[in-house]
């Protein structure tokens, strides 16, 4: 790729960008109308062209219903689709809107409506045109929001979702290069003012940035920590898959405990790193638990008591029972076993029974 973030992107720069994706048998692209996704059409469009032999191409344009220009944006992906040769599907977000949380909704229901295409149309991927520039905003989020090392590695460029390959082929180029790309082709992109709407935390984030480059933390750089951290992220992720088959084999020091359960020996498992014993206990919580993935910091809190009670005075006396995410964590016995927790009871008070009487 060109170090000239102004440069449109070359024919050759599109074939490195989409090579990995040549074996594919189809691929939903996710269109907005806007830049990005525009971009991302009209490109690999033009590489698909270049090809022999390669993946069916469908572009899909969601309508959250959030806008009344989203419909007009909608048909104007079609005429562009239809000029570059490809099929076109809008799907619509129908139903009750959040009142609060919406951007995450519309981004849970945006994924669910794109592989729902995917499936009709046999492909095997799902493509989004997330940016440099929206990966430094998604750090800053997430850094700013307090999360552990696995949220600020930020998004990858592949990723598994519903089944289906998610695939971010853009995730290293900046956006001015996908506006160049379009003002050298003539091609009109839609402009969402949502994207400016100081309500939302993205846009406010997004309008420091200039001030934040003015001190070296530019997209690029802001990218590039991100991609160290999911290196690390990924080291920790294999450091945590050889403690478990390690404990394993250690003297039965993890056994399976009841459906979904673990049960790990407590001076094996205390004297593995922190970050490690954090992941461990992270994924049998959530395997075990029937309430959603744990909260990171809520399993910190549980861990860091878990270590005074293992490690302490009186470690070998010492026991926990406590529930998180609907896991029951029990340490005794000189074992911490994590298992499902049982239903809870219903509270004591009126009945909704009928009343007999005359």
């Known amino acids: 790729m060109s170090d000239d973030e102004s440069s449109p992107i070359s024919a050759r720069d599109a074939k490195q960008l989409f090579a990995h994706l040549k074996s594919a048998p189809a691929l939903v692209l996710a269109v907005s109308g806007g830049p990005d996704s525009v971009a991302l059409m009209w490109l690999i469009a033009r590489w698909r062209r270049s090809l022999t032999r390669g993946p069916r191409l469908v572009a899909v344009t969601i309508d959250h219903g959030l806008r009344k220009e989203a419909a007009r944006e909608a048909r104007d992906v079609k005429r562009l689709a239809r000029a570059l040769e490809l099929p076109h599907r809008t799907m619509r977000w129908t139903g009750t809107k959040p009142k609060t949380g919406l951007p995450a909704a519309a981004r849970e229901a945006r994924y669910r409506l794109l592989a729902q295409a995917a499936r009709t149309a046999?492909?095997?991927?799902?493509?989004?045109?997330?940016?440099?520039?929206?990966?430094?905003?998604?750090?800053?989020?997430?850094?700013?929001?307090?999360s552990g090392i696995a949220g600020l590695a930020a998004m990858a460029d592949i990723s598994e979702r519903d089944g289906l390959v998610l695939a971010r082929p853009l995730l290293d180029v900046p956006k001015s290069q996908l506006v160049a790309t379009l003002t050298r082709a003539k091609i009109a992109f839609a402009d969402d003012p949502s994207n400016r709407d100081a309500a939302f935390t993205r846009p406010r984030l997004r309008t420091l940035l200039p001030q934040l480059a003015a001190e070296g933390g530019n997209a690029r750089n802001l990218a590039r920590l991100a991609a160290r951290l999911a290196r690390a992220n990924a080291a920790v992720d294999v450091l945590a898959d050889g403690a478990e088959r390690f404990l394993a084999l250690r003297d039965r020091d993890v056994v399976p405990h009841g459906p979904g359960g673990r049960s790990f020996a407590i001076p094996a498992f205390a004297a593995l790193p922190e970050e490690v014993r954090l992941r461990l206990l992270m994924r049998a919580i959530n395997a075990a638990g029937h309430e959603g993935p744990a909260e990171l910091g809520k399993v910190e809190n549980l861990l860091a008591e878990l270590d005074h009670r293992m490690t302490g005075p009186g470690a070998g006396r010492m026991r926990v029972r406590q529930t998180l995410a609907g896991a029951l964590i029990c340490l005794e016995g000189g074992r911490l076993v994590i298992e499902p927790a049982p239903p809870r009871r219903a509270r004591s008070g009126r009945t909704d029974a009928p009343r007999g009487g005359s």
């Open 122 to 146: 046999g492909a095997t991927h799902v493509l989004t045109a997330h940016t440099r520039d929206d990966q430094a905003e998604t750090l800053l989020m997430r850094l700013l929001r307090g």
